[in-house]
C-alpha cells in the first residue's frame, strides 16, 4: 500500500539507473522440509527474494525465503527496497524471482487504474491477468488484506458501540462532537481515503474534528482516547498490542490489499515447484497472523527474519535441520 519514491536500503544498492539490485546476502537458515519442500523439488535453484521496507514485508520476504530454502533452493536476501516500485521492478526484470505483494497496489499504482475491484478473488484475477503480459505470475493469494480502517479504544468502543463505518456515519449525524478522527496528511486528501470515504458513508466530519499527523502518533492518540478514531492499517501489530476496535467496511469502500506471491514467469516456468511450495503458507496468512507477527518486531522489537522463522516451524511448514 505505501507509495514512496524508488531508493534501496541497507545491503541493497542503488544502481546508476532506475532500482536495480546489485547486491545482497545469502539465507542460511538451518531449515529442512516440513510440511511443504518435501522431496527437495527446488534442489539445484538459485532464487532471489525481495520485498519492500516495511516491517510486514520483511517478514514475508523472509518467510518465502525460508520456504525456498526447505525445498532445497539457495536462496539470495535481497528484502527491504524502500517503496514498491523497487522490489516490483527487480521481480519484473529478473533481477529477483519472487516477493509478496499486494493485490491493491498492483491494480492501482502498477497497473494504473482508478477504481478498485470490490471482491478481492476477482480483484486478485484481474491482477494476474494483466500482469502475465508483464512476465509475472501472480500465485494463489491469501485473506491478509493491509488495506485502510477506523480504529478505537476500548473506552469509546464502550461508550458509542460503532461496528461499522455506517455506524461511524450515523454517529456523526446524531451527535458531530462525537467524531473526532486522528488521520495522515495523505489519507485526509485522497480520493481513496477520507473524502472519498465521507462521500461513500454520507459521513459529515467538520474539519475541526480532524487532525493530521504522522502514523506511529495516530496509535498512540487513539490509545489515549484524544481522538475518537483513527485511521489505521488492518495487519499493523498495534492493533492488538493496544486492543483496538477496528471498524468494519461495510460498504467496502477501500481497495483490497490482499497478499498473494509475485514470481517472475521466466523463473517459474524453470521452477514449477514454486507454487507448490508457496500455497500452503500463503493459506495461512490472514490478518490475525500478520498483526501477531508485526507486533513482535514492531512493540516487542524482534528481529524480522527470526520472526518469520519462528513463525515457519511453529505451523510445521519447515523443520530445524
Known sequence: MRRRPCVLLASV?????????QSGSPMVDAVKPGSIGQGDPLEGAHLTVTSKEFTEQLILGAIMGIAFQAAGADVLDRTGI???IGAREAVKSGDADGMYEYTGTAWITYQGNSKPIPD?????????????????????????????????????FEKYRTRTLSDV?????????????????E????????????????????AKNVTQMDTGIIYTQVKKGSCTYGEVFTTDGRIKSMNLVV????????????????????????????AKVLDPVTRKLNNNVAQTLNARVDVDGEDPHQVA??????????KKD
Do not use: H
Open 82 to 84: 524502500q517503496g514498491s
Open 247 to 274: 471498524m468494519e467496511d461495510d460498504k467496502k469502500f477501500f481497495p483490497n490489499y490482499n497478499v498473494a506471491p509475485e514470481i517472475n514467469t521466466k523463473a517459474l516456468k524453470k521452477w514449477p515447484a514454486i
Open 169 to 185: 456515519a450515523a454517529l456523526a449525524r446524531k451527535d458531530p462532537g462525537a467524531v473526532t478522527l486522528c488521520v495522515e496528511s
Open 120 to 156: 478481492p478473488d476477482e480483484q486478485w484475477q484481474a491482477v494476474r491477468d494483466a500482469d502475465l503480459k508483464n512476465g509475472i505470475t501472480w500465485l494463489a493469494p491469501s485473506s491478509l488484506n493491509n488495506t485502510y480502517a477506523l480504529a478505537m479504544n476500548q473506552a469509546n
Open 187 to 206: 489519507f485526509a486528501n485522497r480520493a481513496d481515503g477520507l473524502p472519498g470515504m465521507a462521500k461513500a458513508y454520507g459521513m459529515s466530519v467538520p
Open 309 to 318: 522463522l519462528d513463525w515457519m516451524k511453529a505451523e510445521g511448514f519447515v
Open 13 to 21: 544498492m542503488v544502481a546508476a539507473s532506475g532500482c536495480g539490485l
